[in-house]
C-alpha cells in the first residue's frame, strides 16, 4: 500500500505543481492548454495568484512521500481532499452561475474525483496499512 501511497503523492502533486507554475508564469498559455478562454491583461495577476495556489498544493503532496509517520500522510491527504472539495464546488457554482465557462467543469471534476479517492482512502486508514 506505501508504494501506493507515494505513487499517488508524486502523481497528483507533480500535475498541481506543474499546473501551478504554468499559471504562474504563463496563464494565457495555460488556459490555451486547458482549451479555455483567455482572461484580460488585468486579470491575468490573479490567475497567476492561483496559479501560487495551485503549485502549493501540489507541492504539499511531497511531504506526505516518504512520510514516516501515517499521521503525516493522513494529514495532508485531509487538508488537501479539504481544499479540492472546496474547490469542486466553489467552481460548480459558479459554472451554474454562467460566471464560468463549461469547460471549467473539468477542473471541479479532477479535484471532486481526487478529494473523493483520498477521503476513501482516509476512512479506510489506507496510511495505517
Sequence with gaps: MKKWLNW??????????CTGI??????????QLM?????SQEAQVFL????????????????A????????????????ALVRAVIACFVTTQVLRGNLEPLW?????TDG???????IGIKKHWWHS
Design 113 to 119: 474525483i481526487i478529494a473523493l479517492i483520498q477521503g
Design 105 to 109: 467543469l473539468s477542473v471541479a471534476f
Design 22 to 31: 504554468l499559471l504562474m508564469f504563463f496563464p494565457t498559455m495555460t488556459l
Design 65 to 80: 512521500v516518504g512520510a514516516k509517520h501515517a499521521l503525516q500522510g493522513e494529514t495532508i491527504w485531509k487538508s488537501t
Design 35 to 39: 482549451g479555455l478562454a483567455p482572461v
Design 8 to 17: 499517488w503523492n508524486i502523481a497528483v502533486g507533480s500535475m498541481d505543481a
Design 48 to 63: 497567476s495568484w492561483m496559479g501560487g495556489f495551485v503549485f502549493s498544493v501540489g507541492v504539499s503532496y511531497y511531504l
